[in-house]
């Protein structure tokens, strides 16, 4: 009896051990990321190492930019996938629609819990502002990129993607969002926007400030945004095949109707007017954009300014039917005009959707 008592006993430990290990090496267990690329500075090459300008966009593969950074290894499993090869002001909808169908698609499988995403900084906020709003799922997207090419003495693309890696692989990401992460610091796809033409800070959120930074090497964050995105949008794992056409019209002192009559007779199904201060309209521009809103074409009124909310104004906005931007800019503006018109053109239904995104 004594024996087969100690013989259950020995089972029963061994048992609880292989637990035991089985839940710490759970623990420790790297995650898995994949880093998608589209080309950009951060894969630039230039004809000399001090060049920081003029240089190739896109030049690297994703599996040059890997090994340039072996610590990322440090943080998780990493695989890579190319998805294009551009300088980001030729970005396109066919491949915003074409990164979010494989974004999609890792996401959704148990063995990815993450993915990075190279990217050029002209249009990097466009599209982390796209992805936020058509991603479904709460697993980390982080978009990076570089000021400087690869080929510079202080190139910050290396830094930039081991610190996109480590937020990626950081489970207080989950549910914040598509992130951007540059220059020691973590910002959302809403409200990012790139304020300088070269410097390295270029990336901020104005009005809001940062979601958190990359203190010592470990991704910290502070607050979050409270709008609708990813899993909350209602433009989640939409299978697109095209977005409709919406153009951006700046308004100026002495503006006149040129732009916006040619819009209209292009047959844009939507306009956007960055307007002056609280999206203002000069008397010329208001009449074309009424003609334009009559005609069906919604009209949204935005702000050349750079902060602050553009809220109604002037009673002749209200009754030519003009929507409301909220706080976003013009170029994300016209990315949740293109998403809203895939579901509706309900006016009422789209100003809703401006005060909720």
Not at 126 to 149: C, I, Q, W, Y
Not at 195 to 208: D, R, Y
Not at 297 to 321: Q, T, W
Not at 347 to 352: M, P, T
Request: charged letters at 20%; proline letters at 3%; hydrophobic letters at 45%.
């Amino acid at each position: 009896m004594k024996h087969k008592f100690y013989l259950l006993f020995l089972a029963a430990f061994m048992l609880l051990g292989l637990q035991c290990t089985a839940m710490a090496a759970a623990q420790t267990a790297k995650p898995n990321i994949v880093i998608l690329a589209t080309g950009g500075t951060i894969a630039g090459s230039a004809a000399s190492d001090t060049a920081t300008t003029g240089y190739k966009a896109g030049a690297l593969g994703i599996d040059q930019l890997i090994n340039a950074v072996p610590e990322i290894k440090n943080y998780a499993n990493i695989t890579g996938e190319q998805i294009c090869s551009i300088d980001s002001k030729d970005m396109t909808n066919d491949i915003w629609i074409k990164l979010a169908d494989r974004v999609n698609a890792l996401l959704a499988k148990p063995n990815v819990d993450g993915v990075v995403i190279t990217h050029g900084t002209d249009t990097l906020e466009e599209t982390a502002f796209f992805l936020n709003l058509v991603v479904n799922s709460n697993k980390p997207v982080v978009m990076v990129g570089a000021m400087r090419p690869a080929t510079a003495i202080s190139a910050d693309g290396p830094m930039n993607l081991l610190d996109a890696v480590r937020v990626a692989a950081d489970k207080a990401a989950f549910g914040k969002g598509v992130l951007v992460v540059m220059n020691d610091e973590i910002n959302g796809a809403r409200d990012v926007t790139k304020t300088n033409t070269t410097n390295v800070a270029t990336f901020k959120s104005p009005g809001f400030g940062v979601l958190g930074y990359i203190n010592g090497g470990v991704p910290e964050f502070y607050q979050q945004s409270l709008r609708r995105h990813t899993v909350n949008s209602e433009f989640r794992g939409e299978h697109l095949t095209s977005l409709p056409d919406v153009k951006v019209v700046y308004g100026t002192a002495n503006d006149d109707s040129l732009f916006i009559d040619a819009a209209i007779k292009a047959g844009v199904k939507g306009i956007v007017y960055a307007g002056t201060g609280n999206g203002s309209i000069h008397k010329n521009a208001e009449k074309a954009l009424a003609k334009a809103s009559a005609q069906g074409i919604v009209v949204v009124r935005c702000s050349r300014v750079g902060s602050g909310a553009v809220v109604p104004a002037e009673a002749s906005y209200a009754k030519e039917h003009f929507i409301d931007s909220d706080t976003l800019n013009p170029q994300k503006a016209r990315i949740l005009l293109q998403l809203a018109l895939t579901k509706t053109h309900n006016l009422s239904a789209i100003q809703k959707m401006f005060k909720e995104y």
